[in-house]
Nanobody
Framework: QVQLVESGGGLVQAGGSLRLSCAAS????????MGWFRQAPGKEREFVAA????????DYADFVKGRFTISRDNAKNTVYLQMNSLKPEDTAVYYC?????????????????WGQGTQVTVSS
């Protein structure tokens, strides 16, 4: 079972930026797609972004397109989420997840391993 450890969350003002990182313990990291999801208080967990095994294909939720960028460094077993132009409605716990396949997907059921989450709070 892979271990995923997120970091980089925190408190930021609206319009600011944060970069989340997720380090994976698995040596086969480069074989699997990775994703970011988030869960705000009182809401269901939702898809944010995904990237395929090689990094050449990405998918984004409509509400983050143009503001967030997902990337990965397979040499470091790490996936990133660069978040710009943050809004108060982006406040949530952000989770990193590893897919069971190499293809980028937005379906939570396709992700078999999850991190513990990192809090992102955007103040107005």
């Amino acid at each position: 079972q892979v271990q995923l450890v997120e970091s980089g969350g925190g408190l930021v003002q609206a319009g600011g930026s944060l970069r989340l990182s997720c380090a994976a313990s698995r040596r086969t990291f480069s074989s699997y797609a990775m994703g970011w999801f988030r869960q705000a208080p009182g809401k269901e967990r939702e898809f944010v972004a995904a990237i395929n095994w090689g990094g050449g294909n990405t998918d984004y939720a409509d509400f983050v397109k143009g503001r967030f960028t997902i990337s990965r460094d397979n040499a470091k077993n790490t996936v990133y989420l660069q978040m710009n132009s943050l809004k108060p409605e982006d406040t949530a716990v952000y989770y990193c997840a590893q897919s069971t396949t190499g293809r980028a997907t937005s379906r939570q059921a396709d992700f078999g391993s999850w991190g513990q989450g990192t809090q992102v709070t955007v103040s107005s």
